[in-house]
């Protein structure tokens, strides 16, 4: 079992830049793929980020390519999310995933562990 927890949301003005930082347990030897998603009130959750376990694949949702960049350090166990240029549309909880396999993937049946969430805030 993969445990995860996600840190750095909090408030920000629009144009600003956040790194969401998450820790999973036994990231190396799981040999899974990690994901950020994220949840706004009164939406569906909504798949933001992916990258594969090597690190060499990455994939981004429409919303957020160019502004977003994620990465991982399988040494430290950990896979950050870089925002910049934050946006209002961004405000949601964002929750860290650990995927069934190797490779990314945008849906969310393809995650088998998530994290508790962070909140980011984002103010025009």
Not at 82 to 101: F, H, I
Request: proline share 2%; hydrophobic share 35%.
């Amino acid at each position: 079992q993969v445990q995860m927890v996600e840190s750095g949301g909090g408030s920000v003005q629009a144009g600003a830049s956040l790194r969401l930082s998450c820790v999973a347990s036994e990231l190396t030897d799981s040999m899974r793929a990690m994901g950020w998603f994220r949840q706004a009130p009164g939406k569906s959750r909504e798949f933001i980020s992916g990258i594969s376990w090597s690190g060499a694949s990455t994939l981004y949702a429409d919303s957020v390519k160019g502004r977003f960049t994620i990465s991982r350090d399988n040494g430290k166990n950990m896979v950050y999310l870089q925002m910049n240029s934050l946006k209002p549309e961004d405000t949601a909880v964002y929750y860290c995933a650990a995927a069934r396999g190797a490779s990314p993937t945008s849906r969310d049946v393809g995650y088998d562990f998530w994290g508790q969430g962070t909140q980011v805030t984002v103010s025009s």
